[in-house]
């Protein structure tokens, strides 16, 4: 089992940034692929990044591209999402999931492990 806590939300002011951490533990994640996907209010679940932890190769919703950059910490098995130039459609719910086959997909089905979330508030 791995278990996933992210942290790092909060509410923030169009432009600025804010870094979210996501924690691993249970087992090394070494050849997983770990990804964040956000829920905004009234709104299904939508991949924004991903990371595959051995290769590094990262991929990107359109919608964050240019602003967002996802990274990985070996030593502290924690994958982190840095956020720039926030915008108040960036309000959402934030969640990191684990994919045991390391694939990096964007699909939800794809992740067996999620965390509880961490909510980001993005005002105008």
């Known amino acids: 089992q791995v278990q996933l806590v992210e942290s790092g939300g909060g509410s923030v002011q169009a432009g600025d940034s804010l870094r979210l951490s996501c924690a691993a533990s249970g087992r090394t994640i070494s050849n997983y692929a770990v990804g964040w996907f956000r829920q905004a209010p009234g709104k299904e679940r939508e991949f924004v990044a991903v990371i595959k932890w051995s290769s590094g190769r990262t991929d990107y919703a359109d919608s964050v591209k240019g602003r967002f950059t996802i990274s990985r910490d070996n030593a502290k098995n924690t994958v982190y999402l840095q956020m720039n130039s926030l915008k108040p459609d960036d309000t959402a719910d934030y969640y990191c999931?684990?994919?045991?086959?390391?694939?990096?997909?964007?699909?939800?089905?794809?992740?067996?492990?999620w965390g509880q979330g961490t909510q980001v508030t993005v005002s105008s």
């Open positions: 999931a684990a994919d045991a086959h390391g694939w990096g997909r964007k699909q939800e089905y794809e992740y067996e492990y």
